[in-house]
């Protein structure tokens, strides 16, 4: 695509040292340790390292060793010389504690050998070598440091780190690197930063991740054709399925099918009953039904359902093949909830006020059974306390009511320390037209639909009853953040103690990650998008920072660590199935807090060991060859750009430097010929305008389509969308995608793509999923942006 670069009149060395500053700003937050994981609050309080006391990389036990080694340096020097060099050398060894130590000791590049001494401040090295250098060769066995050690000046430089803002003392004072430690990150709009581990792939539209809390630490993966996969702690499959009923289930390998298995979960006392329940769609003879059964597992396989045992409890007919529901899942009062769809079509047609409403149908309802002691007599009772057991007009299983079509529900386990929000079951409710929903489920209560979408009324007439009584969700959002939204949990793990307390769920649709988290004060829940880390933010081994589009389940694990399942095709036959586990980068447990030890697992089939496939995307790691980029002084460029005071031509960008400040547009250069008028821009073709453009690297995001320059609405708009204008521009990655026209509106273009959707990998925005060229639902004061940049923290 064509750029119009300009010039800087004057070109004084305080603005070439602006965009300088511009190109090398200051890191992004990158806490790491040694063993290239977050730092964390050590369970025992550090006794000799004890500046990271509350945050940093050592346990008490690395602590203590630090300890030892001091005394055993220390122990050959003199009074005099101990009084001089204890506090150096004590302040030396504990960098390994630091939260930045994989910085201050060179670890990040695996190219390099890490470093004996940390990355010194050139002013704090020549303290330290003109009194202590003679504790050189205790703390250092480098055969390097040996040679130079006797020259204050080759000794600084060979501790002088690449990046300085790392340096010690300096990285303790620098308010960038520290504001925030310890915290989840979150950009000035809010949205948190994670990152990802992949744990699972080649699945065909994985809906459902559950665990037996059998001690053994398996998870057990649902496909939406029938097959059931068992993963062991390692990750590693097993060849044989768990269960497979194929042949039973009804599905399609259509786009967007809901039809299918759609749930499993295992009793409560699985270890000793061997007793699991799934939700799966059937046809008999021309009747669409849901099915809800109960299987056990083999007697010869731990890893192996025996399906000869299924037995049918509930069998409710489907008049449409929409709307399925095909939640189940054991409340903490032990009972079997299912949570059924309304039946299907729109509006819920269905009698005069639904089948939500309609508390004589099973269809748009929560309902709860007891599935104890079922080997003889009833396959289910129905609890005492159901609240409609004693109404004529209700069926006795319906537990709660009104609700569309409730798509992941999952009960939390409470904090681990207090034990407040135990038992909670959180749903996330489809919506028709409007909005999405969260709810927390209560015993007897209305859940608004057909009355009611969201807050907002969906059939007026039933949102005026005054017998309606419903309750209203904890949250609920408009159709343009996404159209169907994948209820999930509440973070109750141990690994990333700063993520408790936090419910996330996400959207089908849009591929938004989204989380919840609840003012204990107010009783309010505070809304939080979920972003992918940046830059080096995720730069740890083994993370990720993307994901598949269609998030379609989340999960836990027997320990209560989080995980969601998307897809890149969202259809029963595609292999494009993967699932995450969901990493905070910024803060872990302290090592050996979160052990288990696994039960044994006696497996008879072959393992399939696990290979990852996804890659971190948007920047380079440490180490990488870059050979594939271009390699351009980009400021030397500068520097002559500078010494011309007329417009270049219009030129193709194709290097990776920042494109260069722009003044005025539209001069020709003097004393030469009138420059021919430029072709037009390619269809798909991109440039940055309004607030700030004029730096180079930011701006309003315009493109050319169909003959015309016009806006990008930001309904949508996210990093990968951001990432694909950025490369397109030539830059690396982007740092940001700016919305609510934040480089100002452009109100003399029209909207040319609105609910733009890209994977990242796109060649244009026109590549990607949107709305169609001038179809939009939004205004100027929605204008999508970029910051870009070239650097190793560029990416998203």
């Given amino acids: 695509m064509r750029r119009y670069y300009g010039y800087i009149q004057g070109h004084s060395p305080l603005i070439i040292f602006f965009l300088v500053t511009l190109r090398f700003a200051p890191v992004m937050l990158h806490p790491q340790c040694l063993d290239f994981k977050p730092p964390f609050r050590p369970q025992q309080e550090l006794q000799f390292c004890s500046m990271y006391k509350e945050f940093g990389c050592c346990n008490y036990a690395k602590d203590q060793d630090l300890m030892t080694k001091f005394y055993r340096i220390m122990g050959n020097f003199d009074y005099h010389d101990y009084a001089n060099c204890a506090s150096y050398v004590q302040e030396l060894l504990c960098q390994e504690c630091s939260p930045y130590a994989a910085h201050l000791f060179d670890a990040e590049d695996s190219s390099t050998p890490v470093r004996t001494i940390p990355g010194l401040c050139p002013d704090y090295c020549a303290q330290f070598w003109k009194k202590c250098s003679s504790t050189i060769n205790f703390l250092s066995d480098d055969p390097h440091l040996a ?32 504001q925030n430690l310890g915290r989840v990150h979150s950009d000035r709009d809010g949205c948190i930063h994670l990152c990802l581990e992949e744990v699972a792939n080649g699945l065909r539209n994985p809906l459902a991740m559950v665990h037996a809390n059998d001690g053994t630490h398996r998870f057990f993966v649902a496909e939406q054709l029938g097959l059931v996969w068992t993963y062991l702690p390692d990750l590693s499959k097993l060849e044989v399925p768990f269960l497979n009923i194929t042949k039973a289930v009804l599905t399609s390998s259509w786009e967007g099918d809901e039809r299918g298995f759609l749930g499993l979960t295992f009793h409560p006392k699985y270890k000793y009953n061997g007793k699991l329940y799934v939700y799966y769609s059937v046809e008999v003879g021309f009747d669409e039904r849901i099915r809800i059964s109960e299987f056990r597992v083999s007697s010869h ?51 005069k006020y639904g089948n939500a409403q309609n508390k004589s149908a099973l269809l748009g309802k929560v309902l709860r059974i007891d599935v104890d002691d079922n080997e003889r007599g009833p396959l289910y009772r129905i609890p005492q306390d159901n609240p409609f057991v004693r109404h004529r007009d209700a069926r006795p299983e319906v537990y709660a009511y009104g609700v569309r079509n409730m798509w992941r ?10 034990m407040q929000g135990k038992g909670r079951i959180f749903c996330g409710d489809v919506g028709q037209n409007k909005f999405e929903e969260i709810d927390i489920i209560e015993k007897g209560r209305n859940y608004g639909w057909r009355a009611k979408e969201g ?20 949250y609920a959002y408009p159709h343009k953040m996404g159209k169907s939204v994948t209820g999930g949990y509440v ?39 979920v972003c992918m880390g940046m830059g080096l933010t995720c730069t740890f081994p083994g993370l990720i920072n993307n994901y598949h589009q269609y998030i379609i389940s989340f999960a836990e694990d027997e320990a209560g660590e989080l995980y969601f399942m998307s897809t890149e095709i969202p259809s029963a036959t595609s292999p494009s199935g993967v699932v995450y586990k969901v990493v905070d980068p910024s803060r872990r447990a302290a090592p050996g807090q979160c052990d288990y030890d696994p039960l044994p697992v006696r497996v008879k ?19 990488q060859s870059q050979a594939e ?10 520097i002559d750009e500078l010494g011309e005071p007329e417009l270049t031509t219009p030129t193709t960008t194709t290097t990776t430097r920042p494109p260069r400040p722009t003044k005025r547009k539209g001069r020709r250069r003097k004393g030469k010929h009138r420059t021919e008028v430029p072709p037009p821009p390619a269809n798909g073709a991109v440039r940055l305008a309004g607030e700030g453009h004029e730096l180079g690297d930011r701006g309003r995001v315009e493109i050319y389509a169909g003959g015309e320059w016009g806006t990008v609405c930001d309904d949508l708009w996210t990093g990968r969308n951001a990432e694909v204008v950025c490369r397109q521009l030539g830059f690396r990655g982007a740092l940001k995608a700016a919305k609510h026209s934040e480089f100002g509106q452009g109100w003399s273009l029209r909207i040319l793509l609105d609910d733009v959707q890209c994977t990242g990998t796109e060649a244009t925005l026109l590549d990607c999923n949107h709305a ?17 940049g070239n650097s190793v923290e560029s990416g998203v």
């Avoid at 130079?148 to 308010?175: E, I």
Wanted: charged share 25%.
């Fill in 301 to 351: 396989d731990m890893n192996l359902v025996d399906h000869k045992s299924e037995r049918v409890l509930l069998e409710i007919d489907e008049p449409a093949s929409n709307h399925n529901g095909g939640q189940v899942l054991f409340g903490d009062d032990g009972y079997l909830y299912i949570f059924t769809g309304d039946g299907g079509m729109a509006g819920d047609p269905f009698g």
């Fill in 605 to 623: 089939s072959k393992l399939i060991e696990f290979q990852p496939q996804e890659t971190l995307t948007g920047m380079e790691l440490p180490g």
């Fill in 629 to 638: 980029l271009p390699t351009v002084d980009w400021l030397q460029e500068l």
């Fill in 491 to 529: 973070y109750r793990g141990c690994e990333y103690p700063n993520l408790n307390g936090i419910y996330m769920f996400g959207d089908f649709m849009s591929g938004r990650l989204m989380s919840l988290q609840e003012d204990r004060h107010t009783g309010r829940w505070e809304y939080h998008e």
């Fill in 409 to 418: 529900c999952s009960v939390d386990r409470g904090d681990p320390h207090t």
């Fill in 147 to 178: 040679k130079v050690k006797a020259d204050q000046a080759l000794f600084c430089k060979y501790l002088q780190l690449g990046d300085g803002d790392y340096c010690y003392p300096h990285v303790l004072s620098n308010h960038q690197l520290s």
């Fill in 772 to 788: 169609g060229l001038g179809a939009h639902n939004c205004d100027h004061h929605e204008d999508a942006g970029v910051v870009c």
């Fill in 455 to 474: 807050f907002s009324c969906y059939d007026k007439k039933l949102c005026a009853n005054s017998s309606l009584d419903d309750v209203l969700p904890i």
